[in-house]
């Protein structure tokens, strides 16, 4: 099975585009980064640690090594095509090299119209199916979570980690948050009991009405 027919199987009408939380009646917004400082920007301090262990622990709690998985990486692409393997090269040591001939590649208009009046941008969207244990998460989670600290490695594109398996769409946006979907509560009932303390509270009431 395809991206494309998965997603109109499973997630009907819903785009691959941040913010997902808002775009889905099933999910849980949780917060990554606390109590973030200026001073703080520096490798491994101990804000950027927790950062790491929130979305590791959680990308864990939901992904076994052996679940089928859809990762999905999308490149902006401001240059009409220009260069757009090589933007691509930060996410290749991440992947079993044998697994990198079989990325599927479309192009389609800018995900984020609204910020591109010309209409001259586009998106390329890199997909690969795969198992849990063929790529390594947690260097690659952390990559996300330096994007915005001006830290290396650092991972710009969007990741989104799509189980096959549990009907789950992962999405660490950045250091501050991470979004999780589901096609059901009750997939995700237990990551929600247990790491309770970790939801925003800003969106709290919304996801409780989810599950109580």
Same mark, same amino acid.
């Given at each position: 099975m395809q991206l494309n027919e998965y997603m109109k199987d499973k997630f009907p009408n819903l785009e691959l585009r941040p913010p997902l939380f808002y775009s889905w009646d099933i999910g849980i917004r949780f917060e990554l980064?606390? $109590?973030?400082?200026? $001073?703080?920007? /520096? #490798?491994?301090? #101990? /804000?950027?640690?927790?950062c790491y262990k929130r979305s590791i622990t959680l990308f864990e709690a939901l992904h076994s090594p052996t679940d089928d998985i859809f990762i999905v990486v999308d490149v902006n692409d401001y240059d009409k095509g220009k260069n757009i393997k090589?933007?691509?090269?930060? !996410?290749? #040591? !991440?992947? @079993?090299k044998s697994l990198l001939y079989k990325l599927?590649?479309?192009i389609f208009p800018y995900?984020?119209? @609204?910020?591109? $009046?010309e209409g001259t941008y586009k998106t390329h969207r890199f997909t690969l199916k795969c198992k849990t244990s063929d790529f390594k998460y947690i260097p690659l989670l952390k990559a996300i979570c330096n994007q915005d600290l001006g830290i290396k490695p650092s991972m710009f594109h969007r990741v989104y980690f799509i189980n096959i398996n549990k009907n789950t769409i992962f999405h660490v946006y950045?250091?501050?948050?991470?979004?999780?979907l589901a096609t059901s509560p009750e997939t995700?009932?237990?990551? +929600?009991?247990? +790491?309770?303390?970790?939801?925003?509270? /800003?969106?709290r009431p919304e996801i409780d009405k989810v599950f109580n």
């Open positions: 980064g606390v $109590e973030w400082k200026s $001073e703080y920007d /520096y #490798p491994n301090s #101990p /804000y950027l640690l927790g090589r933007k691509l090269n930060n !996410f290749s #040591p !991440f992947v @079993e599927n590649h479309s995900i984020f119209p @609204e910020d591109d $009046e950045d250091d501050r948050g991470c979004d999780l995700i009932r237990d990551i +929600y009991k247990r +790491y309770n303390d970790w939801i925003l509270d /800003y969106d």
